[in-house]
């Protein structure tokens, strides 16, 4: 009886075990509204949590008659240390979609940085081959908010291979 006592007992233990004890255990933020100040991705399947605490750079700016926005976000996934998305020369709008293509007058545009050695970095954009898509859900000029989703899929600039980048979301507040 001891030791039908002693097996359930490891066996239980043994199955209450994490077997994925990194810290990429983490679920991803939730998508809100609220200026949150949150950026995170899925990349290739691994969670991609901004780790700067909320400080990273947005902005939707009208300069010299032309509307720019742009937001990164940084964590490491493998070599990928960074994610950005943004536009050149395009107003955007809440509630609209976006396909994300080259960095050109007029685009929306994505792309990451690589750093496989932590000697040199490349930066890898959204092209005619490597699209996505931008949804900005909320777009409040008052309180200076903005909240999206996207994808995006981008070249490994090392490897070649094609970096999946899914179930985006951002909620923070950005710059004039």
């Known amino acids: 009886m001891k030791k ?4 359930l007992t490891i066996t239980l233990t ?3 075990c994490n077997k994925d004890d990194d810290n990429n ?6 998508v809100t509204q609220t200026g949150a100040g ?10 991609f949590i901004d780790t700067s605490g909320g400080y990273f750079n947005c902005f939707y700016q009208f300069t ?8 990164s976000g940084s964590d490491t996934i493998e070599s990928l240390i960074s994610v950005t998305i943004g536009t050149y020369n395009k107003e955007v709008f809440e509630n609209e979609t976006y396909q994300l293509i080259e960095n050109l007058n007029g685009n929306a545009w994505a792309g990451s940085s690589f750093n ?7 930066f890898s954009t959204t092209n005619s081959q490597y699209t996505g898509e931008l949804k900005i859900t909320k777009l409040d000029f008052t309180n200076n908010i903005v909240s999206g989703t996207f994808w995006f899929d981008v070249e490994n600039p090392y490897t070649g291979e094609t ?5 985006g979301r951002f909620d923070t507040l950005f710059t004039q």
Do not use: H, M, W
Request: glycine share 10%.
């Open 14 to 16: 043994l199955s209450c």
């Open 64 to 71: 010299g008659g032309e509307y720019y926005f742009g937001i």
């Open 4 to 7: 039908l006592l002693l097996l």
């Open 25 to 30: 255990t983490d679920v991803l933020p939730p």
């Open 116 to 122: 496989p050695n932590n000697t040199s970095q490349e």
């Open 38 to 47: 949150t950026f995170a991705c899925k990349v290739n399947g691994q969670n």
């Open 163 to 167: 970096v999946e980048i899914r179930e």
